[in-house]
């Protein structure tokens, strides 16, 4: 279906209760509702916005286009939790309604300031002749979840030397006082992250370019997030129009970070070393983090990318959240491990050890839709080995080790319904390891991989047959020993 831009920005004053339904009929029809990861009730979720520990909560907001698998009016939504892993689905957190953000609500961020929390987001609008201009705008969130805009919009102009490109507010305090950093595009096409400083989150002075090696990444860098850990500065972002080399930037677009000395906020100055990519699988993009309460700094992203036609569209929806992730910083690398929560998650519990050697194995009554399962490979002589999960008559995805190249393989040529294939459907990284160990999660239609503890994560969306529910094991040419842990996720 076609969407002329008169659907794609209705405002929902005009939608009725019963049209809300008929939608959310479709939705539960569709075969491939996830069962333990955030998603839509109807529509299109992309951002993480908001994440904050606030008043005993975890609240985290995503962006949504309520009426269809299409990226149109924007609207943050909320959902909360208590153990980040059983999350309520709160309901519309910020409308369209103004003229600061009359073309949507566009991400941005939140933070707990005397007992309240401030969302800082960017109004997009649109003028006559459809250009963009953007403002940054604030809304307040009391303890009893209602939400009202301030005063907006708080940053209302573009500085001199950047285009309308200019959104995705992040916010953090540093010594009593409150800073922003702001994904942005240089007049000369190339992105960039720019700087804000305020005393009281309302008024806000243009502090300059926060100065990076990379002066020419990207024409825009989308979704920026900085944050400092164990005395490092840690600054993601999500640049676009990176050119594919060797095994990276595979995707459309990509999201990763770069780890240095914390910003110097005289000069602006972060001398940092190479930008690396958060995620090695397919479907990843605009992660937001978030410190909690025992301090962990956790990162949760969007499992999806613009841009790309995915099999629910025709059930009138798109995309889920990634699972949260821990961060820690070794050897001047993010370490991304799953929450310690997730384990809640677990109900009956399986085990297998094998030696396998140049065979595929089916793990008997191991056959499961939605599991974590933890599989460590050690003593191979093997050239390559791994699972493949989601098996059927015609269907397995993927996951391996090649000794021989020494890269881990996330191959979903035969997981299901095709989709994006002009991308490619396998997915590679370089890991040197005498040892190898898969973390994996796998929900109705997604797939997350923590290798080696965290050293890199895949994660992918897959549409496979609800019967293909297969694993099996396989070393070829050679052998390897394989200890093998699942749980059913009941969901
Ligand atoms: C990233 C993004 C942001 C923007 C939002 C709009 O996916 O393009 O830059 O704020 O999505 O939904």
Redesign the pocket.
Known sequence: MEWTKEQRYRKMDDVTKEEIQALANIVNQCPWRQSFHIQPVTGLL??PNGFAYFNGEYHLFY?W?PLGPV?GL?HWYHTKSTNLVNWENVGMAIEPSNEFDSH?A???SALEHEGKLYLL??G?TRDQNWNRHPYQCLAVMNQNGDIIKMDNPVIGDVPSGYTD?F??PKIWKQEDEFYTVI?AQRENETGCVVLYRSDNLVDWQFVGEMKTDLENFGY?W??PDYFEMDEQGVLIF?PQGLEAEGDAYQNI?QSGYVIGQPIDIETKELTHGHFLELDRGFDF??PQTTMDAKGRRILVG?MGL?EIDYPTDKNGWAHCLTLPRELSIKDGKLIQQPVDELKLLRSERMEAEKIVRNEAITLEDFESETFEMIAEFSASTAKEFGLELRVGENEKTVIKYDAVEKKVVFDRTHSGQPFAEKFGTVRKCKLDAKTVSFRIFVDTSSIEVFVNDGEEVFTGRIFPDKNSQGIRLFANQGQTSVKVVKWEIAG
Do not use: I, L
């Open positions: 992309n951002d962006q286009f990226h924007k949507g566009y991400s941005g987001y960017t997009n490109h959104r995705d994904g825009m989308e979704c999500s677009y993009y605009a969007w613009p």
